[in-house]
């Protein structure tokens, strides 16, 4: 299952790399977002390991993020992994007249277990409003700075 978005953001593409690639700005911008915890690696270097905890229905959920490549200021790849699910994210970053950012946001989702293969086509639609939501709180925040 793919899930894309894509936003215009009014700021310069390395503001807009540095907030979405800062994980102390994760929880102003992801919905649920508890905390970043690097596994191994070098933190925001290709192969780097980190965990990621957010609060779903009121119970923590786990995933385990790997950067699979990264090209500064203008793409970051990762695999986003939890037990039942796992998703290869491509995010492209465009520099427009140096005063505006285009982000796009290619999502990859893949599923482990038996009950989300039969139910994951019903969650696209959640899944890709709660994409499109955090994206828009990504563009609120980084523009009110």
């Known amino acids: 299952m793919i899930i894309s978005s894509k936003i215009i953001i009014n700021r310069p593409v390395k503001e807009v790399w540095d907030f979405f690639n800062n994980p102390d700005n994760m ?3 992801l919905t649920g977002f508890k905390r ?3 596994i191994s690696g070098e933190f925001g270097k290709v192969g780097a ?3 990621h905890i957010y609060e779903e229905r009121g119970k923590l959920l786990e995933m385990v993020e790997e950067i699979t490549g990264r090209e ?3 793409k970051i790849s ?3 992994s939890h ?3 796992e998703s290869t994210i491509e ?3 465009e520099d427009l007249n140096h005063e505006r950012t285009s982000l796009i946001c290619l999502v990859n989702v893949k599923f482990k277990s038996v009950f989300f293969k039969l139910f994951g086509k019903m969650m696209l639609g959640s899944m890709q409003k709660r994409q499109d939501k955090d994206f ?3 563009k609120t925040v980084i523009e009110s700075r």
């Open 49 to 51: 390991k980190a965990r």
């Open 91 to 93: 995010t492209d970053f």
């Open 72 to 74: 500064e200021y203008k």
């Open 27 to 29: 929880h102003l911008w």
């Open 83 to 85: 037990k039942s699910m």
């Open 136 to 138: 828009n709180t990504l």
């Open 78 to 80: 990762l695999i986003l």
């Open 36 to 38: 970043f915890e690097q």
